[in-house]
């Protein structure tokens, strides 16, 4: 008898959802074979709408409140770590990779949740302007993010590529093929934390499909691509996004100030004093 | 019955301006005539005469320029931090050494007041050689990391409303972070821009680490489209900073744009209402309104708009509207026809839309391109006048009720460059800079400016700051 086939869904307004489109597309791991929904336009717009209200509450959270989520969700998954191991293995990772992988993710989470309240220490400052005013230059998010991650089987990596606009407020939606099983697993856990609906939505499938719609989407302010994404598609994002200004960029997977600052409007704000 | 008191001129002189009748491009550290042979006529919008002849740049002289550039990028390399910290500060010296000079000229050929060029342009430009010859030294603390790194060769394009000052605000920075430059100036305001290639090789700047060629769009686009350029810095409009985004697409380059706006400049039924009147004044009417950040779109609160609209028009018909050598000018010549027919056409728009104008009394000169003071009322936020940027001394007033009322209007235009906020009352000042949409915000004043102080925009008034430390991202990359 055959392995009875899982459908996986996708992550949108802390729901699990089938692409509205029908498709699907499957991974095949060691012992079965999984099937993903593939991401269609319409499966966008939603991610967009709910985003867009997944960034008003983020966004109007303090940076206390927002890193104490962000470190239970690291509890969470460090709870979780021998299902997450499981995962990585049946997609063919082996045991020690996996769990050096899952190491390093909790690690990251635990970084960039204590990061939240210390960004706006960073990246702004007091401007000793020539004059009698008061002049802050002080950070705000740039809203609705949409990330590439990298498809590789890491959940290190997609923490890497989604907690950077996370962290200083945005909303984030991302798109997973490879990884989408690893991917749907993390949405597990922010859909049991205290994460705002529509803060992180995950979706799933191949980028191709909902390129042109992603990157000519008004209210998606910023679009972070991975640093081996294709330049070809990467240059087709760029012009769309050029159409409304949009920020497009490549990112690094890393853990410093710099990571943020593709994520951020700088505001500056002159008062005069006096008596 | 008591007079009106009439001004007598206060005519600055024109002898300390003395101009060449052909200008070169400033290339590899020389004036150099240009390879396309041709030439163009740089006027005076006060008067419509002649003031000099400046290149032409085609493609063969943007591609020599930035060979140049290239090696100028090798040498500069070479030269210590400190060493470029002082070619800045030397720069910056020889630039208020000769502020009066540089005023006179900037006023001359692009229109703005004498009072304006003198107090505001000059000690703004030489300010921010200062401020960026400080940094040159200190890149590896600006940020907390030593991986940041010049683009190489930096290709600037800037407009004509602010020709020196924006000039500073490129390339002060650019090579205080250790980039090479190719500048182009607007085509109708290139001659302050040739007098400080003179004081760059004055300076004894290493040959190639500025070179400027002059043109028009043209010239513009063979520099955006150069393959050896490796980051591009625009301030112009909206339409052309998308042109040169899509163009830049999947290249890899540097790119910052500081494009349009419609600032919304909103007083509160609570604010010292002289002082709002002043600084709403300002807000549009200075520089003649070509100010990408003027407060164009007047927010007012309901309850005080008859007060506030007999104020502001009383004090608009103080404005002093005329030839920009004269130190009482409040109001210089609009910069080219073409800029002239543009704001007429959307004034046009705003009486045929059903806006009621005011226009200020007073006696055009007869030569040069001249627009009076406006302020509509009775407008509709669909209004062209309200959405478009008119870039003249054209103000647009719409009503509101509550705070939230403000910010929803302030708010619902695709710019986002600057907003001004007036208001005794600090809770509800803070409250509403933090609800704008803007990268800039005045409380309680308006238009200042400062080189510490980053100046850029959200939304489709571009990206990346110009200013402060945060104007140095601007042109510097991470090192992988």
């Known amino acids: 008898m055959s392995e009875v086939r899982k459908t996986y869904k996708m992550f949108v307004g802390n729901s699990f959802v089938r692409s509205e489109s029908g498709r699907t597309y499957s991974l095949e791991q060691k012992n079965e074979v999984i099937e993903l929904p593939q991401a269609s336009k319409k499966d966008v717009r939603d991610a967009v709408s709910s985003a867009k209200k997944g960034y008003s509450s983020w966004s109007s959270l303090t940076p206390y409140n927002r890193a104490q989520i962000l470190y239970r969700l690291s509890e969470m998954v460090e709870g979780r770590k021998a299902s997450y191991v499981q995962i990585l293995k049946e997609s063919g990772i082996s045991t020690s990779t996996a769990k050096k992988d899952i190491d390093k993710a909790i690690e990251v989470l635990i970084w960039y949740s204590g990061i939240t309240d210390k960004w706006e220490q960073l990246s702004g400052n007091l401007n000793p302007v020539a004059g009698s005013y008061f002049n802050i230059s002080h950070q705000e998010p740039l809203g609705v993010s949409f990330i590439f991650p990298r498809d590789n089987l890491s959940l290190n990596s997609l923490l890497l590529s989604i907690l950077p606009p996370l962290s200083v407020g945005c909303s984030v939606i991302s798109l997973s093929r490879e990884a989408g099983i690893l991917a749907i697993m993390l949405a597990e856990d922010v859909h049991n934390s205290d994460m705002p609906s529509g803060a992180l939505n995950i979706l799933t499938g191949d980028y191709e499909v909902i390129l042109g719609d992603v990157s000519k989407h008004v209210e998606i302010k910023g679009i972070g691509v991975n640093s081996v994404f294709n330049n070809d598609d990467y240059t087709i994002i760029q012009s769309n996004g050029s159409e409304s200004v949009k920020r497009v960029f490549k990112f690094n997977e890393s853990m410093n100030l710099l990571s943020l600052t593709p994520y951020l409007e700088t505001k500056t704000v002159w008062h005069p004093k006096g008596k | ?480």
């Open chain 2, 1 to 480: 019955m008591i007079e009106k008191w009439s001004y007598s001129d206060s005519v600055e002189s024109r002898e300390i301006v003395s101009l060449e009748d052909k200008y070169g491009h400033f290339i590899d550290g020389s004036f150099v005539s240009p390879k396309s042979k041709k030439y163009f006529d740089s006027i005076s919008p006060s008067t419509e005469e002649l003031l000099s002849q400046v290149s032409f740049g085609g493609e063969a002289d943007v591609d020599n320029a930035v060979s140049s550039a290239r090696e100028g990028f090798k040498t500069w390399q070479k030269v210590k931090p400190v060493e470029r910290s002082k070619y800045l500060f030397k720069i910056a010296r020889l630039i208020q050494e000769r502020s009066r000079e540089f005023a006179v000229l900037e006023s001359m050929d692009g229109g703005k007041p004498i009072k304006e060029s003198r107090d505001v342009d000059l000690p703004q430009v030489s300010a921010n050689f200062f401020y960026f010859a400080g940094w040159a030294d200190k890149l590896d603390i600006s940020w907390g990391t030593d991986k940041l790194k010049p683009y190489g060769v930096a290709g600037q394009i800037i407009p004509w409303n602010f020709p020196l000052l924006m000039l500073a605000w490129k390339v002060a920075p650019a090579l205080a972070t250790g980039n090479s430059v190719v500048l182009k100036p607007a085509e109708t305001t290139p001659l302050t821009a040739l007098l400080f290639a003179e004081i760059c090789a004055e300076a004894g700047l290493p040959d190639g680490v500025f070179n400027l060629v002059t043109g028009n769009g043209e010239t513009g686009a063979f520099i955006v489209n150069h393959e050896d350029i490796d980051k591009i810095a625009f301030t112009g409009s909206t339409g052309v900073g998308k042109q040169i985004q899509s163009t830049l697409a999947g290249t890899g380059k540097g790119l910052t744009l500081e494009l349009g706006g419609k600032a919304a400049n909103i007083v509160y039924e609570d604010a010292s209402i002289d002082q709002a009147v002043e600084g709403v004044v300002n807000g549009i009417f200075f520089n003649q309104g070509h100010v990408c950040c003027a407060g164009s779109r007047l927010l007012i609160q309901e309850s005080i708009e008859n007060e506030f609209i007999e104020k502001l028009e009383r004090r608009m018909q103080q404005l002093r509207v005329g030839n920009p050598l004269d130190k009482n000018t409040d109001i210089g010549a609009i910069n080219s026809k073409q800029q002239l027919n543009k704001i007429t056409e959307l004034v046009e728009s705003g009486i045929n839309d059903g806006g009621s104008i005011y226009q200020t009394e007073c006696e055009l000169p007869g030569n040069g391109f001249w627009f009076k003071p406006t302020l509509f009322t009775n407008v509709q936020p669909a209004y062209r006048i309200a959405r478009e940027e008119i870039f003249g001394p054209v103000l647009t007033t719409i009503t509101f009720r509550t705070p939230e009322e403000a910010v929803e209007i302030a708010n619902n235009t695709e710019y986002g460059l600057s907003a001004g906020i007036w208001s005794e009352k600090g809770s509800k000042v803070l409250w509403t800079a933090d609800n704008l949409d803007a990268g800039v915000i005045w409380s309680n004043t308006f238009n200042k400016f400062d080189p510490s102080s980053p100046f850029g925009g959200y939304k489709e008034s571009g990206f990346g700051r110009e200013g402060g430390r945060h104007g140095l991202l601007s042109y510097l990359k991470e090192e992988k």
